[in-house]
């Protein structure tokens, strides 16, 4: 059974860096054709995908947050982390990271933690 778990901090500044990890129990992220993925959901809005790392370390972002966003991953660890530079309120939002199986859809997510944008 996978398991994911996200941590971070809850509180983020505007204009600072939003950083999150998900920690993958139970499978690796390396295993071949699966990736995982950085949802979010903003209060009373729906699910944002907001990219993915593949098992070799590809990545894939949204074209509305490209420019702010980075994912990256620690094999050792079995680990892949979210970054999300120059924050505003707007970004306040549960995130989530998923593993997303070969078929092309998330099969497994985290519980999702609560990131809010607040000076």
């Known amino acids: 059974q996978v398991q994911l778990q996200e941590s971070g901090p809850g509180l983020v500044k505007p204009s600072q860096m939003l950083s999150l990890t998900c920690t993958v129990s139970?499978?690796?992220?390396?295993?071949?054709?699966?990736?995982w993925s950085w949802i979010r959901q903003p209060p009373g809005k729906g699910l944002e995908w907001m990219g993915t790392?593949?098992?070799?370390?590809?990545?894939y972002y949204s074209p509305s947050l490209k420019s702010r966003t980075s994912i990256s991953r620690d094999t050792s660890k079995n680990q892949f982390s979210l970054q999300l530079t120059s924050v505003t309120p707007e970004d306040t939002a549960v995130y989530y990271c998923?593993?997303?199986?070969?078929?092309?859809?998330?099969?497994?997510w985290g519980q999702g933690t609560q990131v809010t944008v607040s000076s």
């Open positions: 139970g499978g690796s992220i390396t295993t071949k054709y699966y990736a």
């Open positions: 998923a593993r997303r199986a070969p078929a092309g859809f998330e099969d497994y």
């Open positions: 790392i593949t098992y070799d370390g590809t990545t």
